[in-house]
């Protein structure tokens, strides 16, 4: 992947994908449900196909999904606010940061009914969260790091957002699945989803930090990304990678051994099960939502044996 061409490949999808405010509204008068992810990155792909089966169940909505200009509180709050006005009777959101969003987020779910994914929400109203446990998903890029270093070792982070629960919560699953060992992890640099100042961040530590033996990216682009910088500088295979979600060049890092395996996610099934759970609440049929208003799609980790049966199966869930 190059990172412009997938810049432009996620751009594109954004036009193609949301519509404006008033095309929503206009929509053969169906109710909409939206789906609004948190900035432009590949990772949503699977999304936009599971958004995709489900409006083939659901007929009698039409459902979004849509990126926000920037990845920005401001920016994705605007975007909301313009849903909301057009008519949206549903939003499902994986918030830029939560902590901050907190009224923001309150009066969309005053005017419609507001669920959360991938980086939830807990102080706000909203009716529930479908998603991983980001804290069981660092837990297992812990349990990658321990494998591939019985020695021990210094491990430094990246990741977009160092302000949304997600990457809080997948930080401090690591540490406390590293707890009692030789492994440390002893940072972790954010990049605002800015794919260049994310390679720049791994560039700068192999710098700025000789010592480092293993880097994570905790988030979906952040391993590609850590990948090309230590391609660049010659160091592949010299430093153990621990990887999150399931972009091809990740996949490929793992299956050619310089990745040594990834924590990967269902964004597929966010979407899919997400939407249909939506609409289900919209009709009053509220069975959809546990006690603790918690929906938890398992993480799981993919290593060298398992990474051509599960890129076959991305496949097939895309229609390839």
Known sequence: MKSLIRNASVAAAALAVGLTATAIARADDKPTLAFVVNGASDFWKAAEAGVKKAQGELPDYNLELKYPEQSSVAIQQRLMDDLVTAGVKGIMVSAVDPKTSTDGLNKIASETALFTTD?????????????????????????????????????????????????????????????????????????????????????????????????????????????????DAGKLGQITVVGFDDDPITLGGVKEGTVAATVVQQPFEWAYQGMKLMAAYLKGDKSGIPAGNLIIIPTKIIGKDDVDAYAANLKAMAGK
């Open 119 to 231: 980086s939830d929400a807990p102080q706000t109203k909203r009716v529930a969260y479908i998603g991983s446990s980001n804290v069981d998903a660092g837990k297992q890029a812990a349990e990658i790091a321990k494998k591939a270093m019985p020695n021990g070792g210094k491990c430094l982070g990246f990741v977009g957002l160092l302000g949304a629960d997600n990457a809080k919560e997948r930080i401090q699953g690591m540490k406390d699945g590293l707890a009692g060992t030789k492994i440390e992890l002893v940072d972790v640099r954010g990049d605002d989803i800015d794919q260049a100042r994310a390679k720049k961040n791994v560039e700068d530590a192999l710098v700025a930090s000789p010592d480092v033996t293993c880097m994570v990216g905790f988030y979906s682009y952040n391993t590609p990304r850590i990948y090309e910088a230590l391609r």
